[in-house]
């Protein structure tokens, strides 16, 4: 059993990898590498560094906006803590895509505090398993929670540019991403999807059922039930607003990280700060497409959306992409890598 779920996984990986080596092949197969070179040596490299130290700052506020969705389940979880588990999340999403959700949870469950005896010892005189207070299934619930408003918040962005920029930005999401992937949802496809949704519907009604007569059933009820009053953590904030403002400033900090870049590139000088938001929600895009790290994805994304609505060289919108891309990969395995050996540390 361990076999086949290793197995899988790494046949998961390589058809991920391979992904984002298609990408970066159509990204970079018509690039004149004279003229790429030469857009890299064309940068100042401090607006570079100003973009990574934003993405810095965007990293600790993650954490410290999460915080504030876990501290009604475990009061102990400290800044610092919040802020090792976002860095090692993103390091390890370059190993395999959205695991980084997973492993940052377990950062936090780890650091956790026991729940009190009479709630952890067994009735039976054997030493029971024990549950912390921010249990596995509870974070991830504050992690869907965080998730969710980030979609939410990208998707807002996105309808601001194409009511108040329809003519500027429209076309672009409408033949760039709307109809491609509206060729590819025939008829035939929305059926399988629709008895997919059916069939989940159907084994969720038999786990239901049979929670008082089979263990597997009744562990499957109780990570839901985590996973709920994980999202129920929500309406116990002290500080709801403190959440919010979080939220505006992390959004503040991927528009700087945009902005910086578009400014180290004399070529893109004439862009303004509402173009630095448009790249800033089609690099998101691109960073949501399951390939490791993001690799190809963004690159592809960004590039096309320079090229289609601005006419600017395909080799500059590659650089830009780059720019962007390596600088924020590099912040992440950094921090992500620096986080890691504090938390062995304080283990």
Not at 61 to 76: K, N, T
Not at 154 to 179: I, P, Q, S, T
Not at 222 to 228: C, D, K, Q, R, Y
Request: one cysteine or more; glycine letters at 8%.
């Amino acid at each position: 059993m361990a076999e086949n779920r290793k197995l899988k996984s790494i046949i998961r990986y390589v058809l991920s990898a391979a992904v984002a080596v298609v990408l970066m092949y159509f990204s970079f197969r018509e690039v004149k590498w004279g003229d790429f070179v030469a857009g890299l040596r064309s940068c100042r490299w401090g607006w570079i560094v100003l973009s990574m130290s934003a993405g810095i700052m965007a990293f600790y506020l993650r954490g410290l906006r999460w915080r504030e969705l876990l501290l009604p389940l475990d009061g102990s979880i400290g800044r610092i803590t919040a802020f090792n588990a976002i860095n090692i999340g993103y390091l390890a999403n370059f190993i395999f895509p959205r695991i980084g959700e997973f492993v940052r949870c377990g950062v936090i469950t780890n650091n956790s505090l026991p729940q009190q005896a009479s709630d952890t010892d067994g009735s039976d005189g054997h030493s029971a398993i024990v549950r912390k207070k921010a249990s596995y299934d509870k974070v991830i619930g504050t992690v869907v929670l965080e998730r969710s408003w980030d979609m939410v918040t990208m998707l807002l962005f996105l309808v601001a540019l194409l009511v108040f920029k329809w003519d500027e930005f429209g076309g672009f999401f409408v033949d760039e991403m709307w109809h491609p992937m509206q060729q590819n949802l025939d008829f035939s496809l929305w059926w399988v999807v629709a008895g997919i949704v059916v069939s989940i519907a159907v084994l969720i009604w038999v786990i239901v059922a049979t929670r008082t007569k089979f263990r597997f059933s009744e562990k499957i009820c109780s990570l839901f039930g985590g996973v709920m009053l994980g999202l129920g953590s929500c309406m116990k904030m002290r500080r709801k607003w403190v959440f919010f403002v979080y939220t505006a400033l992390i959004w503040l900090m991927y528009w700087t990280m945009s902005a910086a870049t578009m400014t180290a590139l004399p070529d893109l000088e004439g862009l303004g700060p509402v173009d630095a938001l448009f790249l800033m929600v089609a690099g998101s895009f691109g960073w949501l497409v399951p390939v490791p790290g993001g690799f190809g994805a963004f690159h592809f994304i960004v590039s096309l959306a320079l090229s289609t609505i601005y006419g600017i060289p395909f080799e500059m919108g590659i650089v830009f992409a780059t720019l962007s891309h390596e600088s924020q990969a590099i912040t992440m395995a950094v921090c992500g890598g620096i986080s890691y050996i504090c938390e062995s540390f304080r283990k």
